[in-house]
């Protein structure tokens, strides 16, 4: 994020927590989109994903006071969103689902792609969920919250309740297991 | 993405930043193609994202009270004469009873073709319906009793309550106090198969032969007759369908092809030997495929091959060489 932008954040949270209406605003309008694909990306229902965004905005206002505007309330948000998000998860479907759903069903590629297959953009993607549904839970977090919602390492690791240095390696990790994936489809790897 | 190098995230950049230089390119480059490739992320629906920040301002509003206590003034009656008093009495009554037919509807959640909704009742309790269900709620579920009725395929996450939990289907009544279970309701018959807790399944004419079905069993009500005694059934396959994929192992074909059928709300005709027709196969998938995708699969592994028709599909042998 551009130092301006951090700024503008750390001046909404400072409005927040002087009870001030329109940064509450300005603070939704400009988080609601990312938010709320971070909450429907955990409980993958729509409606779902803006009761969490409106619950969670509406604990923010509640705890306004104790908005600390020198730390990032975008991070703030996201490990409110993801604590509601999970909650919702395991009220409605139960803990195990939610971490094994993704290893005891391989999709029908794995059945049997041959080197003669073509592989259309839809079952590119099914593939491509898959690689990244297999890691271990805590990495594919990780590698999902660094990758569509444009935190700062500081902020995944804030989100998350670990240290950077443990994002970091997830990262890498994460994304040497989709390299090694991706030699093993040759066909899918042009690199120009 | 033009010629470009595309630009990493912050958190994968810092990552990246301490690699050695050729893994660096390595790794950036299969972020690159996965970013490029997975499934878009959902776009928010700016219309729904408008109505939240509505219902937040409304609670933030710093010029509201706390909470409002202030109880409304009685106004003073005025000296009404009789006959006009007896006509605003019989309109107030008609605009009652309308009211009331009107809020005493039922709830009706059906989702469409291909989908599948989930629905959250008052008592914390969740429904997944499948595509074609239609599930009733009365307006006092949850006040008098906890009755929901059902037409078609549906998954029950009950919470724990002092009323028993109950849906009613055309030919059968299944009662739980708080458990996980599936009920799937065709004219003909009903069938439910129990996750974890007990449910009490009924005919609906005849209440006194009832079964429990415990978690892992399942027990099936024909239209007119009496439960069936429990058996035991995989419920995790059974409810695959929740998580909105394909999840058929050891199927015949026959019976893939009626549920694709079902599922995505077209005919198949399966013009096959009973050979074919009656071999068993396992087939999975991790999210929902389109059905030439799905049609295809399943015409490579058996040989066969399908085509579009007026009606919807076509399934036939190859021609011979």
């Known amino acids: 994020?551009?130092?301006?932008?951090?700024?503008?954040?750390?001046?909404?949270?400072?409005?927040?927590?002087?009870?001030?209406?329109?940064?509450?605003?300005?603070?939704?309008?400009?988080?609601?989109?990312?938010?709320?694909?971070?909450?429907?990306?955990?409980?993958?229902?729509?409606?779902?994903?803006?009761?969490?965004?409106?619950?969670a905005f509406t604990r923010l206002w509640e705890?306004?006071?104790?908005?600390?505007?020198?730390?990032?309330?975008?991070?703030?948000?996201?490990?409110?969103?993801?604590?509601?998000?999970?909650?919702?998860?395991?009220?409605?479907?139960?803990?195990?689902?939610?971490?094994?759903?993704?290893?005891?069903?391989?999709?029908?590629?794995?059945?049997?792609?041959?080197?003669?297959?073509?592989?259309?953009?839809?079952?590119?993607?099914?593939?491509?969920?898959?690689?990244?549904?297999?890691?271990?839970?805590?990495?594919?977090?990780?590698?999902?919250?660094?990758?569509?919602?444009?935190?700062?390492?500081?902020?995944?690791?804030?989100?998350?309740?670990?240290?950077?240095?443990?994002?970091?390696?997830?990262?890498?990790?994460?994304?040497?297991?989709?390299?090694?994936?991706?030699d093993e489809y040759p066909i899918l790897y042009r690199s120009s | 993405m033009n010629d470009r190098k595309p630009e990493l995230p912050p958190a994968v950049e810092a990552a990246l930043q301490e690699l050695a230089p050729d893994e660096r390119a390595g790794l950036a480059a299969a972020f690159t193609f996965v970013q490029e490739h997975a499934s878009p992320a959902p776009a928010v629906d700016e219309e729904r994202a408008r109505k939240v920040r509505a219902a937040l301002l409304r609670h933030v509003d710093p010029a509201r009270p706390p909470e409002r206590r202030g109880r409304v003034r009685q106004r003073e009656r005025e000296p009404i004469r009789r006959r006009a008093r007896q006509l605003t009495a019989l309109a107030l009554a008609a605009v009652v009873v309308a009211v009331s037919v009107y809020a005493l509807r039922p709830r009706v959640v059906a989702p469409g073709p291909g989908e599948t909704a989930r629905v959250?009742?008052?008592?914390?309790?969740?429904?997944?319906?499948?595509?074609?269900?239609?599930?009733?709620?009365?307006?006092?579920?949850?006040?008098?009793?906890?009755?929901?009725?059902?037409?078609?395929?549906?998954?029950?996450?009950?919470?724990p309550g002092e009323q028993a939990f109950a849906v009613v289907t055309a030919n059968a009544t299944a009662t739980a106090l708080g458990t996980r279970f599936a009920?799937?309701?065709?004219?003909?018959?009903?069938?439910?198969?129990?996750?974890?807790?007990?449910?009490?399944?009924?005919?609906?004419?005849?209440?006194?032969?009832?079964?429990?079905?415990?978690?892992?069993?399942?027990?099936?009500?024909?239209?007119?007759?009496?439960?069936?005694?429990?058996?035991?059934?995989?419920?995790?396959?059974?409810?695959?369908?929740?998580?909105?994929?394909?999840?058929?192992?050891?199927?015949?074909?026959?019976r893939i092809v009626r549920e694709l059928e079902r599922r995505y709300r077209t005919e198949i005709r399966l013009a096959a030997g009973e050979r074919i027709r009656d071999r068993s196969l396992t087939y999975i998938t991790q999210q929902p495929l389109p059905l030439e995708t799905v049609l295809r699969d399943l015409c490579q592994s058996t040989g066969l091959h399908f085509r579009l028709t007026a009606q919807g599909y076509e399934i036939v042998p190859k021609a011979g060489p």
Request: net charge positive; no cysteine.
């Open chain 1, 1 to 55: 994020m551009a130092p301006a932008a951090v700024e503008q954040m750390a001046a909404w949270a400072r409005g927040v927590r002087a009870s001030d209406a329109r940064a509450f605003t300005a603070l939704y309008d400009a988080l609601h989109a990312p938010l709320w694909r971070y909450a429907h990306s955990i409980v993958r229902d729509e409606e779902a994903g803006y009761d969490v965004l409106q619950e």
């Open chain 1, 63 to 182: 705890m306004r006071e104790r908005v600390d505007p020198d730390r990032s309330v975008r991070a703030l948000l996201f490990t409110i969103v993801r604590n509601l998000a999970y909650k919702h998860v395991r009220r409605t479907r139960g803990r195990e689902v939610l971490d094994d759903r993704a290893h005891d069903v391989l999709p029908a590629l794995h059945v049997q792609n041959g080197a003669a297959e073509r592989l259309d953009a839809d079952r590119l993607e099914t593939l491509v969920q898959h690689w990244i549904d297999e890691m271990p839970p805590r990495r594919r977090e990780t590698f999902v919250l660094s990758r569509v919602h444009d935190l700062s390492h500081r902020e995944v690791a804030a989100v998350l309740g670990v240290s950077p240095r443990t994002v970091n390696n997830h990262i890498v990790e994460a994304l040497r297991h989709l390299r090694r994936r991706l």
């Open chain 2, 120 to 159: 959250e009742l008052r008592d914390g309790s969740t429904v997944t319906l499948d595509a074609d269900a239609r599930l009733r709620v009365p307006v006092w579920f949850g006040r008098l009793s906890r009755h929901v009725s059902l037409r078609g395929r549906a998954y029950f996450a009950v919470q």
């Open chain 2, 183 to 254: 009920v799937e309701a065709q004219p003909e018959r009903t069938d439910v198969v129990v996750e974890e807790g007990t449910v009490r399944v009924a005919a609906r004419r005849d209440g006194v032969t009832a079964v429990r079905v415990e978690a892992g069993e399942a027990s099936s009500v024909p239209r007119g007759l009496a439960p069936s005694a429990p058996v035991a059934a995989d419920a995790t396959s059974r409810m695959a369908w929740r998580l909105e994929a394909l999840s058929f192992v050891n199927v015949p074909l026959e």
